[in-house]
């Protein structure tokens, strides 16, 4: 069974820092793309960053660009998002979310989500 | 930036009706890389389709797909109590490499 939990979530100031993390299991992790989409209370959801199986290829959406950066170990079958610099706009629930890419795009798996706050 | 509009922004059927939700990009796609999917209160997303008309692993045929072009349409065909929920669609492109529609709730009438 496939699965994804997401921890590290928290309250933090404006300017501050947070590293989210994301354990796989139930599936080879190191042949997967993976993302982390978001979804700020009472609103629709947002692609965030997306990371090539080996590690070689990262993207992010224009709003984090030079704030977060996404990375992974495959030999931990974990994903992480290190998020400087954080606005109050980034609050969110943070989900970490299986790619899958064989016929199509799409992501097939997500974890439960985690909850970021930045707030004073 | 491709901009995915979906509609109407809230729909209310009865259980056994039938639900035709619209996502529609502001300029022709790829049908191989729209997909929908479902988002209950507290839980997250569930892909239902993908390729715009592939079902995922698990979801019950009264749930269809079609489109091509910069029109798609996710159809229920009879509504059951457990569909009632937020409905999205998604794109993927170059930049932002994704990018999702405003959402579909779709409540009891």
């Known amino acids: 069974e496939v699965q994804l939990v997401e921890s590290g979530g928290g309250l933090v100031q404006p300017g501050g820092s947070l590293r989210l993390s994301c354990a796989a299991s139930g599936f080879s992790f190191s042949t997967y793309y993976m993302s982390w989409v978001r979804q700020a209370p009472g609103k629709g959801l947002e692609w965030v960053a997306n990371?090539?199986?080996?590690?070689?290829?990262?993207f992010y959406v224009d709003s984090v660009k030079g704030r977060f950066t996404i990375s992974r170990d495959n030999a931990k079958n974990s994903l992480y998002l290190q998020m400087n610099s954080l606005r109050a706009e980034d609050t969110a629930v943070y989900y970490c979310a299986r790619v899958n890419v064989w016929g199509s795009y799409r992501f097939d798996y997500w974890g439960q989500g985690i909850l970021v706050t930045v707030s004073s | 930036e491709i901009v995915l509009t979906q509609s109407p922004g809230t729909l209310s059927l009865s259980p056994g009706e039938r639900a035709t939700l619209s996502c529609r990009a502001s300029?022709?796609?790829?049908?191989?890389?729209l997909a929908w999917y479902q988002q209950k209160p507290g839980q997250a997303p569930r892909l239902l389709m993908y390729g715009a008309s592939s079902r995922a692993t698990g979801i019950p045929d009264r749930f269809s797909g079609s489109g091509s072009g910069t029109d798609f349409t996710l159809t229920i065909r009879r509504l059951e109590p457990e569909d009632f929920a937020v409905y999205y669609c998604q794109l993927y492109g170059s930049s932002p490499m994704y990018t999702f529609g405003q959402g579909t709730k779709l409540e009891i009438k």
């Open positions: 990371i090539k199986p080996d590690g070689s290829e990262k």
């Open positions: 300029q022709s796609v790829s049908s191989s890389y």
